[in-house]
Nanobody, 126 residues
Framework: EVQLVESGGGVVQPGGSLRLSCAAS????????MTWVRQAPGKDVEWVAN????????FYADSVKGRFTISRDNAKNTMYLQLNNLKTEDTAVYYC???????????????????RGPGTQVTVST
């Protein structure tokens, strides 16, 4: 059974940082492209970033490029998202998910998601 569990969310002030983790099991994580997506209240799910199976190829949404960093540790079956210089508009539930293939397109990513975790809340507020 595929399991994806996010952690690391919280409440931070604008300009702050958080590190999200995604613990994966039940599938060959080392051989699987992964993604982070997010959903703000009242809005559609938004693609954030993708990473290929060995971490050599990475793509970011323009809204987070230069501020967020996706990474993975295949030995630990864990993916990460470092969130820096957070803005109020980054407030959302963040989800990790596995993909059947690597892509640089956000809309394709959203339609290709195989399984998704329950999410972790990130709130950026003064």
């Amino acid at each position: 059974e595929v399991q994806l569990v996010e952690s690391g969310g919280g409440v931070v002030q604008p300009g702050g940082s958080l590190r999200l983790s995604c613990a994966a099991s039940g599938f060959p994580f080392f051989n699987t492209a992964m993604t982070w997506v997010r959903q703000a209240p009242g809005k559609d799910v938004e693609w954030v970033a993708n990473i290929n199976r060995d971490g050599e190829t990475i793509f970011y949404a323009d809204s987070v490029k230069g501020r967020f960093t996706i990474s993975r540790d295949n030995a630990k079956n864990t993916m990460y998202l470092q969130l820096n210089n957070l803005k109020t508009e980054d407030t959302a539930v963040y989800y990790c998910a596995n993909l059947p293939y690597m892509t640089n397109a956000g809309d394709i990513t959203l339609g290709a998601i195989l399984s998704r975790g329950p999410g972790t809340q990130v709130t950026v507020s003064t």
